[in-house]
């Protein structure tokens, strides 16, 4: 049964769980998808199409495959409109899913990226690795 939880992944974390499903990152975006909603924003599905154009993918997954798991994605998220920009992060491009976790009012971000983790938490939502985050399930 869902709850009401909202999860922001960043976008390593997704393609992880794409390639790799019995992963840490896989099992993790499994669980919160099956546990509540996964939030995505333009930025973050413009970021995570053009990762998955990449040519080297192709040895892992067909284009077509990485297209078909990205209109299941679009469908199976809530989409959030960035109304307030946050400025907080060394990598400006990591502000995007503290943006989408603000803005949509996220429970928990996922992560794998260094600079976030090293943050803990963003204005009370907690930042944790997909490993930390399935061991807090």
């Known amino acids: 049964m869902k709850s009401d939880e909202r999860y922001v992944f960043d976008t390593n974390v997704i393609v992880s769980a794409l390639l790799f ?6 099992q993790a975006f499994h669980a919160a998808l099956d546990r509540g ?17 990449r040519k080297k993918f192709d040895r892992y997954l067909t ?10 994605l679009l469908r199976e998220t809530t ?13 400006p491009k990591d502000d995007q899913f503290l943006e989408l976790a603000v803005n949509g009012k996220a429970t928990c ?14 204005r009370g939502i907690p930042i944790k690795t997909p490993g930390d985050f399935l061991s807090s399930l």
Do not use: Y
């Not at 499903?21 to 896989?26: D, E, K, R, T, V």
């Not at 971000?109 to 963003?122: H, K, P, S």
């Open 109 to 122: 971000i996922i992560n794998g990226d260094r600079d976030l983790l090293q943050l803990g938490a963003f």
């Open 79 to 91: 989409f959030v409109e960035i109304h307030e920009r946050i400025s907080v992060c060394r990598d």
């Open 21 to 26: 499903a019995s992963s840490a990152p896989g």
């Open 37 to 53: 909603v996964i939030l995505l924003s333009l930025p973050v599905v413009q970021e995570l199409s053009e990762v998955l154009s």
């Open 63 to 72: 284009r077509e495959d990485r297209d078909r798991f990205l209109d299941a």
